[in-house]
């Protein structure tokens, strides 16, 4: 599908993501920004990317080579929910002590934590109703956080409606805490929190993983559902002469037909976000994460759904746009191959 050409001249200030503005009868592809991020436990501003992101995203040239066309016009972000921004607001203030605190929940943080705990549930309720109503309507939807707890609703509700789709997880963690620090949906937690709630899901791929504990590792190692590929054992095969393409192809044979994308930037080597939230040494290149998302579509899978996660502005220096610049990119060929799969 060939769409409008680029712009001529950039897009105003204030358009919407990629330079155009949402429609609901022709944005064929839907992002959500949710700006959260009270269970952050190290560096934070995350919750800033959904608003921050937009007007970065109106410096890319828009062609794709997959669709052979300027790709754009079709993709519409939502407005920021003003409730969610309220509630990040007041739950980031309750986690600050609990954060500190490292976990350790005495009696006067015990309320705090109930409320953010609740207030996560009624963030994941809301999020799968909203995302549930856009799938109805034939719409693919995407997730731009906020913190790796952000897309748990809109997980839940590809799953419902995609029961036989599996997860490919692009992560420097593992995210199999239990209940992290105390909150029952921490940015830790998220892919926890979705084996346990769905146990038929097919598949939980993860790649790219390089930090995680040892309760992590054994259930890693020990659920039928789950295959990671460590950033160390990807590195020593690649070290013995093991193609990424290889890798790639191989990757995607775990995967069945129907495939959300969970990709936490973080994953990515730090040069291209130096200022997530817990970065990590390591990591893919840009180009080996691009080229595992497009194996993904040229291997006959359906990207269903995506996030992205964990992008986090330079607050120091606001014209400093390289994090937002990298995160914009993918967010673009996350639509794209959506797009494209779904074609």
């Excluded at 995609?162 to 490919?168: A, D, E, I, S």
């Amino acid at each position: 599908m060939k769409q409008s050409s680029f712009f001529d001249v950039p897009p105003a200030p204030d358009a919407g993501l990629f330079g155009y503005e949402y429609d609901p009868d022709h944005s064929l592809v839907v992002v959500i920004g949710v700006p959260w991020e009270p269970t952050v436990s190290y560096g934070r501003g995350t919750s800033q990317t959904p608003r921050a992101l937009v007007p970065a995203s109106h410096q890319l040239d828009l062609f794709d080579p997959l669709v052979n066309g300027s790709f754009g016009a079709c993709v519409g972000m939502l407005p920021l929910n003003p409730n969610w921004l309220e509630l990040n607001d007041q739950c980031c203030g309750k986690a600050a002590p609990i954060v500190a605190a490292g976990g350790v929940i005495s009696d006067d943080l015990q309320s705090d934590l109930a409320f953010i705990n609740a207030c996560s549930e009624q963030l994941n309720r809301e999020l799968k109703a909203e995302v549930t109503a856009l799938l109805d309507t034939g719409k693919v939807v995407g997730i731009l956080g906020g913190d790796h707890s952000s897309p748990y609703g809109s997980i839940l509700a590809h799953f419902d409606r995609y029961p036989r789709m599996g997860v490919l997880h692009i992560d420097a963690h593992a995210d199999l805490r239990v209940a992290y620090e105390g909150f029952l949906h921490s940015h830790a937690s998220i892919m926890y929190n979705l084996i346990h709630e769905i146990p038929e899901l097919s598949r939980l791929v993860s790649v790219g993983i390089r930090d995680y504990s040892e309760d992590e590792f054994r259930i890693a190692e020990n659920h039928p559902s789950i295959r990671t590929y460590y950033d160390r054992d990807l590195k020593r095969q690649s070290y013995r002469g093991r193609t990424w393409d290889d890798v790639c192809r191989e990757i995607c044979d775990q995967l069945p037909t129907d495939v959300y994308v969970s990709f936490d930037v973080d994953g990515l080597n730090q040069q291209y976000c130096p200022h997530t939230g817990t970065p990590v040494p390591g990591g893919l290149s840009y180009g080996e994460a691009i080229h595992l998302l497009e194996s993904v579509v040229h291997s006959g899978k359906r990207i269903i759904g995506f996030d992205l996660v964990e992008v986090v502005p330079n607050l120091s220096c606001p014209t400093d746009e390289w994090d937002l610049n990298v995160g914009a990119r993918l967010l673009h060929k996350l639509c794209c191959l959506a797009y494209v799969s779904r074609r």
